[in-house]
C-alpha cells in the first residue's frame, strides 16, 4: 500500500501523513527536513547530468533517452 511505502519517508521526517475524515484516506505532505532533502537531491542529479553530458556528449545523450522512451513505449504495448 501507498502508506506501507512512504513509510521509510515519515521514519525519516521527510513526509508526513495526516488522517482525514475518511478512514481508508490520509492527507501526505512534504516536511520542510523533506523539501531541503528534495533540493539537495536535485542538486545532485543536475550535476550528475552534467557530467554525464561532458563525459558522452549532449548528442548522443539525447539519443540514448530517445532510445530508452521508445524501448519502454513497445514493452508497454507488449505488456498491455
Given at each position: 500500500?501507498?502508506?506501507?511505502?512512504l513509510k521509510p519517508f515519515v521514519i525519516e521526517g521527510w513526509v508526513a501523513l495526516t488522517e482525514i475524515a475518511d478512514a481508508r484516506s490520509r492527507l501526505v505532505s512534504i516536511t520542510l527536513k523533506g523539501r531541503k532533502k528534495q533540493e539537495a537531491a536535485e542538486a545532485l542529479w543536475r550535476n550528475a547530468q552534467c557530467r554525464i553530458n561532458e563525459l558522452l556528449g549532449a548528442e548522443n545523450v539525447s539519443l540514448l533517452s530517445?532510445?530508452?522512451d521508445q524501448s519502454i513505449d513497445k514493452l508497454l504495448k507488449e505488456l498491455s
Amino acid at each position: 500500500t501507498l502508506t506501507r511505502n512512504l513509510k521509510p519517508f515519515v521514519i525519516e521526517g521527510w513526509v508526513a501523513l495526516t488522517e482525514i475524515a475518511d478512514a481508508r484516506s490520509r492527507l501526505v505532505s512534504i516536511t520542510l527536513k523533506g523539501r531541503k532533502k528534495q533540493e539537495a537531491a536535485e542538486a545532485l542529479w543536475r550535476n550528475a547530468q552534467c557530467r554525464i553530458n561532458e563525459l558522452l556528449g549532449a548528442e548522443n545523450v539525447s539519443l540514448l533517452s530517445q532510445a530508452l522512451d521508445q524501448s519502454i513505449d513497445k514493452l508497454l504495448k507488449e505488456l498491455s
